[in-house]
């Protein structure tokens, strides 16, 4: 999936592909466990524990793709800065997801970052399938056209960079072309802890 994204951002399908190439990382050597390794930990345990690192929440969204209809967005809690020289940002995504082929087509995303008081919107964006746009307000990022979401406390817009394999997710990194905050903060960002939101409390 990796791979393809790359091959169709390097044609000439992609806005901004031939100023900023996307390069691959080689793909690692790949080994079975032996039997006389420990086993890896279990997929419960690996949620339990990360579970205790508090994340901040936002919403990937991007422009309509090769004449579709509709944008295209994802609520996303694994964001994050990468680079100050040149800026860059990073997002997983999970391999198997239905909205990256549509984000990684546009070869733009915007980042959204969400409020304390938009659990109910990130909910609207983490259901697969569905109208997610509807009923939800939003603009044009300057640079992507992708969906600014109204209430958000930031935005930052951006062109694909790279893309490379991590396990069962894709690591995607943007590089930032705009980027604002919102005018008021009243209730700061909306938080993931341990399975479900949170807000910074004083």
């Not at 546009?106 to 997610?132: H, I, M, P, T």
Request: with cysteine.
């Amino acid at each position: 999936m990796a791979e393809a994204a790359v091959r169709y951002l390097r044609s000439a399908g992609a806005p901004g592909a031939a100023a900023r190439p996307v390069e691959a990382l080689p793909r690692p050597e790949l080994r079975c466990v032996g039997e006389d390794e420990r086993a890896p930990v279990s997929q419960r345990a690996f949620r339990d524990v990360l579970g205790a690192f508090a994340t901040g929440v936002t919403v990937i969204t991007a422009p309509p793709a090769d004449g579709g209809p509709s944008p295209a967005g994802f609520a996303c809690q694994s964001f994050s800065a990468l680079s100050l020289d040149p800026p860059l940002v990073a997002f997983m995504v999970g391999r198997t997801s239905t909205t990256w082929p549509r984000i990684a087509r546009a070869g733009l995303f915007c980042v959204n970052v969400l409020g304390a008081a938009q659990g109910e919107l990130c909910r609207a964006f983490a259901v697969s399938g569905a109208d997610k746009f509807a009923g939800v307000a939003y603009d044009a990022a300057p640079v992507s056209g992708a969906p600014r979401l109204a209430g958000s406390l930031a935005w930052i817009d951006c062109t694909i960079h790279a893309v490379h394999t991590g396990g069962d997710h894709l690591i995607v990194v943007g590089r930032v072309d705009a980027l604002g905050t919102a005018a008021d903060d009243p209730d700061g960002p909306l938080l993931f802890h341990r399975g479900r939101f949170a807000r910074l409390s004083d």
